[in-house]
Structure formats: structure tokens, C-alpha cells
């Protein structure tokens, strides 16, 4: 993948929903237009993130699984940082 994050928050391991907590708490701490790779093996984020964005300001440019590893990129938008 070409898309080089600004930060990487690894949370393998973690059952849901603390993926989407801990990526939402990174998130809060990044500036508008930067970008988060967050890796889970928590086969619930998958729509977990999906759904997340969906009802965000935020965009996910991609997404894959690779090695039962779940990998997000997270473009972080403006307006309300939930």
C-alpha cells in the first residue's frame, strides 16, 4: 500500500470496541487532513470502522486484510472529531 499515515496505532488483540475507541482517541489527537493506519485482528471492526466513517466527517481511502490482519487508513476530516 502507497499511503504513508502520519501515525500507526496497533491494537491487535483487542476485542471490539476497543479498536474503534483507541482509533477514535488518535484520531482526536490529529490534525484535519492527516492520516491514521490503525491494525486489528478483531474481525468485528471490519464494519465496525465501516460504519464509524460512514457517520463521520472522517475518510477511509482504504482498507485491507493481509496475514489475518486487519488494516485501516483513516484520513482524519473537519468538523466534529466523534
Do not use: N
Not at 464509524?52 to 485501516?72: F, G, K, L, N, V
Request: charged letters at 25%; aromatic letters at 8%.
Amino acid at each position: 500500500m502507497s499511503l504513508q499515515p502520519d501515525q500507526v496505532l496497533d491494537v491487535c488483540g483487542l476485542p471490539c470496541p476497543l479498536p474503534l475507541l483507541k482509533a477514535k482517541q488518535a484520531l482526536s489527537r490529529l490534525e484535519v487532513g492527516q492520516l491514521l493506519e490503525v491494525r486489528a485482528t478483531d474481525a468485528g471492526s471490519w464494519g465496525d470502522f465501516a460504519t464509524y466513517i460512514a457517520q463521520s466527517a472522517h475518510e477511509m481511502p482504504a482498507r485491507e486484510e493481509r496475514d489475518s490482519i486487519y488494516h485501516y487508513w483513516i484520513r482524519k476530516g473537519e468538523g466534529r472529531a466523534s
